[in-house]
């Protein structure tokens, strides 16, 4: 989010590794500092163990015990335990594995266990159409969703929704993880496409989907690795956000390949958005990469957006002075990205708060390289801004006059 009257850090001269520029050319250079020595800021790279369990990352089933469910028309047969059929609905009721099959239009497939139970859904070609949630968890411990290997599965939902309690085609009250080597296409043609009230963990599979608001959502944290997903909303593509508790919100990335066309934010997280690896790129956003603390470590990323390329701020707090937001930050440490801004009053790199670059190789095509309320810190890495190569940083400290912008 760019906001007039920012701080600024503006490099003179040719020979400069960061060129930080104002939203206004009259801005003054203040709270900037600068530094080469060796002292570099410690590389926050995260194991994936912080983020998924054991389970999240093992799809493995045993399909002669597991219970089945053939979807058939309106209607589907069930073999097994803990699963039941009411008309279209497809009732799982205790812990358990679940294989789906077969094509239906208007069944859903409910997930009403105890609160301690897992329950697993194994995916194996599956079509489902409907105009409510094809696949609906009110209670459960975790549900995982497995897409069994070599199957192509199906599910769209309908714009013309006839009950609303559940704003997506996949949608979850519980932990909701995804994993397998299947593929998986879903259309949120009512709202979200994949929504988990609480986690939401995709480990594996490929994935297309479509969403009329937020493509993959999740209330406390979002959590990627393993997995290729082509991700198109008119909203956010991938959106972590939580309203009522702000430790939550959290985003995590890593070992993926990921391709995103956003109408609004292409990843987004209120809280912490950690990128760790992968392939990302993102073809059309307003903003491209957005959260509270900003942390990306490597990966080969391509923003495309026409308001701010990576963006840290707080949603919570006003934005409307030139005074940092307490928390914020934005830190580099490695990667490849190049981010290609639209001409106006747009930023590559916006931070609310601090920004650091201790690392990577940054391209920047666009009007203003960086832009920030707190302190800039640079340690190592490379920046091109426009063509031009830097290799120093000249800063003033507090209330320093700067150079005249180029």
Request: aromatic share 4%; hydrophobic share 35%.
């Amino acid at each position: 989010m760019t906001r007039n009257n920012k701080r600024t850090l503006i490099l003179p001269g040719l020979m400069a590794v960061m060129t930080l520029t104002a939203c206004q050319a009259n801005s003054s250079t203040t709270g900037a500092t600068s530094s080469q020595s060796n002292q570099a800021l410690v590389v926050n790279q995260t194991s994936n163990t912080s983020y998924f369990s054991d389970r999240d990352l093992d799809a493995s089933y045993d399909a002669a015990t597991a219970s089945t469910i053939k979807l058939n028309g309106s209607s589907a047969t069930v073999a097994g335990n803990g699963v039941s059929v009411a008309g279209s609905v497809v009732k799982i009721s205790q812990a358990g594995t679940y294989v789906i099959s077969g094509k239906s239009e208007g069944v859903q497939i409910l997930v009403e266990a105890a609160d301690s139970d897992k329950v697993q859904l194994v995916l194996n070609g599956v079509t489902m159409t409907g105009t409510d949630a094809l696949i609906a968890v009110t209670s459960a411990d975790k549900v995982f969703v497995t897409l069994a290997e070599g199957s192509q599965n199906h599910l769209a939902d309908s714009a013309n929704r006839t009950a609303t309690d559940f704003s997506a085609a996949i949608y979850s009250k519980k932990d909701l993880t995804l994993n397998g080597t299947g593929s998986l296409t879903v259309q949120g043609n009512y709202n979200n496409a994949i929504k988990s009230n609480d986690d939401l963990k995709i480990t594996g599979g490929t994935y297309t989907v479509t969403a009329a608001k937020h493509a993959l959502s999740a209330n406390d944290a979002l959590n990627i690795t393993g997995s290729t997903l082509n991700l198109t909303a008119t909203e956010d593509a991938i959106h972590s956000d939580n309203d009522e508790d702000t430790t939550m919100g959290n985003l995590y990335l890593a070992d993926s390949t990921v391709t995103i066309k956003a109408g609004d934010d292409a990843i987004h997280a209120s809280n912490n958005l950690v990128i760790d690896s992968g392939d990302i790129t993102i073809e059309t956003s307003t903003e491209g990469i957005e959260g509270k603390v900003v942390t990306i470590n490597g990966g080969t990323i391509t923003v495309n957006a026409t308001d701010d390329g990576i963006n840290a701020t707080d949603w919570t707090k006003s934005s409307d002075s030139m005074t940092a937001m307490e928390g914020v930050n934005l830190t580099i440490n490695g990667g490849d990205l190049t981010i290609n801004m639209a001409q106006g009053d747009t930023d590559a790199i916006d931070s609310n708060g601090d920004v650091a670059v201790t690392g990577g190789n940054i391209t920047i095509s666009g009007p203003s390289a960086i832009d920030f309320d707190g302190t800039a810190t640079y340690t190592g890495g490379t920046i091109i801004h426009n063509g031009q190569t830097m290799t120093d940083i000249v800063a003033n400290g507090p209330g320093g006059g700067g150079m005249p912008r180029r």
